[in-house]
């Protein structure tokens, strides 16, 4: 399946506009962000009210890549609970991280209201559903792990849980105030808005195809032209490509594939997510639902699409619907699309110093949004001097290789299809 960003939901229904300012010539800068997704435009925004001289580039257009095939989830934290990002990376830098990402959707939702962007932004918060009563020790694991540590979050039983969503087979659900949804392709546009506002110069339908350092600086040839600059920020996640085949060789891509129906009417309505929530559940391989603005119901997975029809996807969502929300009636998908996520060895995101002023960001693993946005703009405080090294929340590191990278991405991906079949038979 073509994998245009266009195809999607948001794309479709998203009220910013396609620009498209290709680089001609040379341009010199003193910091090049690469990427105009969540992470590039945060921190271009964030260098830019700082008083720095920055130049965003972007392959396509804003929101291209998996900013604008995202879930639209504003959520707290990585799938990971905060007990296992403490083993994964230390306490110290652990807890740092914890409680940098608790807070990533407050910046997220501060930034909408002060730049006004329009982008549909409901804080009602999502829910983590139980699927199964190990999912809900799980949950209840996880809920302790948050609170413990500061948080906030709710504990719901399957009573409570059915009230918020109407989805039949779950037993219960964490409900988490700290996050809610957005048009996620809107809010990257309106990033990318405020950016320029600040004074960025961006310039998109422009990939960069190598990097070089010469001359005290760096070199990034891009099709019609040449961008010169002092430092550079590589902010291009699972959607990186040419430019650093190192960088690219930390994480592991992995698809996640998304069906949207036309508006539901009134009375569907009442029997999915009457509470607008934005949910995931605690299966291996997960599903999410939403809706949007217009009322639609929306599903996502694990996993790739590989035709244009996904007709084995839509076989398997019409089942998902019947049992999980049976008071829905048929329905027909109306949008299917899909988008990679970066996933790192731990499933922790990366901080690499790649030498000379070349820095990257990558590995968000599914949590794009608020961690993109919160990393971002610390990283901007770190390049224009603010913190120091020591003060970010993740230590900056130098490249490791994913270690049999084919085969875990093989796996992942195998591994999800043969569960949706395993679904679709039983």
Known sequence: MSQQVNNSLWALSRRSKVEVNSLKGEHKTDIAIIGGGYTGCSAALRLAEGGADVTLIEAEYSGFGGSGRNVGLTNAGLWLNPEDIEKAIGKEYGSRLNDFLSKAPDLVHELIDEHDIECD???????????SGAGLKALENKAWQINSRG??????????????TKAENYIGAIHDMRGGTIQPLD???GLMLAAKKAGVTIFTGTPA????HGRKKWHIKTPDGMLVAD????????????????????????YYSQMATNPLSEDQLKHFLPGKNGTWDTRLVMRSFRTDAAGRLIIGTIGNIYTDNASFLCSWANKVVRDTFPG???VEWAYKWAGRMACSSNYVPNLHDLGRGLYSISGFSGRGISPGTAFGRVMADFILG?????????PLKTVEAVKLN???QLYFETGSQLSHLYDHLN
């Open 121 to 131: 932004a409901i804080r009602n918060g999502t829910l983590h559903l139980a699927h």
């Open 151 to 164: 948080g906030s979050v709710m504990l719901l039983d399957k009573s409570a849980t059915f009230a918020l």
């Open 187 to 189: 809010y990257c546009y």
């Open 209 to 212: 195809q190598s990097i070089r």
């Open 231 to 254: 430092r550079v920020l590589l902010a291009t996640n699972a959607y990186l490509k040419d430019v650093s085949p190192l960088v690219r060789s930390s994480f592991t891509p992995m």
């Open 328 to 330: 829905v009636g048929d």
């Open 386 to 394: 603010r913190i120091g090294s020591a003060e970010l929340p993740l």
């Open 406 to 408: 084919m085969m875990r």
